[in-house]
């Protein structure tokens, strides 16, 4: 059974970082790309970074470039997800999800295994 859980979540203050972790198991860790998503209140899912198999190849939705880095630990069956500078905006549940498909999980913001979310809040 493939378990995806998100850890790291909080309450931070604007400027301030944190770093969401994403554990994957009851699959082959090396065999999916990952991706991070999240969701605020009233507004639609946002694709927020992406990371292949390998780690080769990385990518980041515009709202964040530059703030937020991704990263993985096949040793550890992790992903990461560095934030910094963190603004009010970024409030908003993320979800980690895993996929064999760079185009599904990147592109078109599918996957077949996501986790429950972990809630992240930046205060002003």
């Known amino acids: 059974q493939v378990q995806v859980v998100e850890s790291g979540g909080g309450l931070v203050q604007a400027g301030q970082s944190l770093t969401l972790s994403c554990t994957i198991t009851?699959?082959?860790?090396?065999?999916?790309?990952v991706g991070w998503f999240r969701q605020a209140p009233g507004k639609e899912r946002e694709g927020v970074s992406w990371?292949?198999?390998?780690?080769?190849?990385?990518d980041y939705g515009d709202s964040v470039k530059g703030r937020f880095t991704i990263s993985r630990d096949n040793s550890k069956n992790t992903v990461y997800l560095q934030m910094n500078s963190l603004k009010p905006e970024d409030s908003a549940v993320y979800y980690c999800?895993?996929?064999?498909?760079?185009?599904?999980?990147?592109?078109?913001?599918?996957?077949?295994?996501w986790g429950q979310g972990t809630q992240v809040t930046v205060s002003s």
């Open positions: 990371i292949n198999r390998s780690g080769g190849t990385i």
């Open positions: 009851g699959l082959t860790f090396e065999d999916v790309c």
């Open positions: 999800a895993a996929d064999t498909s760079w185009g599904r999980i990147s592109r078109a913001g599918q996957a077949n295994y």
